[in-house]
């Protein structure tokens, strides 16, 4: 999925005129089995950035293999607030980031936040993403939260009172993470619900379906150009308000 949103970025990017040429390829790591990028590689250049995805388990938990993603997530840290190269988390990403950043993530006491949401953007999440957008849309599907942003983090966005956190960039800019899937289309959330619905509550199942029913316009494309332009060096930095 993650990598259908990237061509679907780089396909409407392509229809925009003087847009210079971009292509994406993709080194799969399976953080289950304790697999990740070598330092050398991250530090000779064979990646542009590293990219965590969602997962259906918590971030919080003290497998064996989590705690190996926190020990490779803080082999990328230089010092507070400032990464070697790019990095992006999605959902379980932003949480588990947020965790070897020094602030756990958690079971979040208002409940799941389900298919689509607006989301707030505060003024630094203006300014990073280059937008005037104060609302943008794109699907959830967690219980678990970011409560607030770790040390050497601003907060790009927030669905407050219900979840504080829903976006974040480290001070140096080179660190981005998400709560919501700009991977997940309308289609895809619908699926899984039907799927996963005897687990979750029922009022929020309807609800949901019943948004997803006029299949409600996102932001998942013009947000995935945002990571492209990420891992290209091309976001400014975060300022302090």
């Not at 003290?62 to 997530?73: G, H, P, T």
């Not at 983090?153 to 979840?163: G, Y």
């Not at 080179?174 to 979750?200: A, M, R, Y």
């Not at 948004?211 to 891992?231: C, E, G, I, K, Y």
């Amino acid at each position: 999925m993650v990598q259908s949103a990237f061509d679907r970025a780089i396909a409407k990017r392509q229809e925009q005129e003087n847009q210079p040429k971009v292509t994406v390829s993709w080194h799969v790591f399976n953080a289950l089995e304790q697999e990740f990028p070598s330092l050398s590689d991250l530090t000779s250049g064979k990646f542009q950035g590293v990219f965590i995805t969602g997962s259906v388990d918590n971030a919080y938990g003290d497998e064996s293999y989590k705690l190996a993603m926190v020990q490779f997530i803080q082999s990328l840290v230089i010092s507070e607030g400032t990464f070697m190269l790019p990095l992006v988390g999605i959902c379980f990403g932003h949480q588990i980031i947020s965790r070897a950043c020094g602030n756990p993530s958690q079971k979040n006491p208002n409940g799941w936040e389900l298919g689509p949401t607006a989301i707030q953007l505060t003024e630094i999440g203006r300014h990073v993403l280059r937008t005037d957008k104060d609302i943008i849309t794109l699907n959830e599907f967690h219980e678990d939260h970011v409560a607030t942003v770790p040390p050497g983090f601003f907060n790009l966005a927030t669905t407050s009172p219900h979840t504080a956190v829903q976006a974040m960039v480290s001070a140096d800019g080179n660190c981005l993470t998400l709560q919501g899937h700009p991977e997940i289309n309308n289609h895809t959330v619908h699926t899984v619900i039907h799927k996963l619905s005897d687990t979750l509550p029922p009022d929020l199942v309807k609800s949901a379906l019943l948004q997803l029913a006029s299949d409600p316009a996102l932001d998942d494309v013009w947000l995935t150009d945002r990571l492209l332009s990420h891992f290209t060096g091309s976001l400014p930095r975060p300022f302090v308000t």
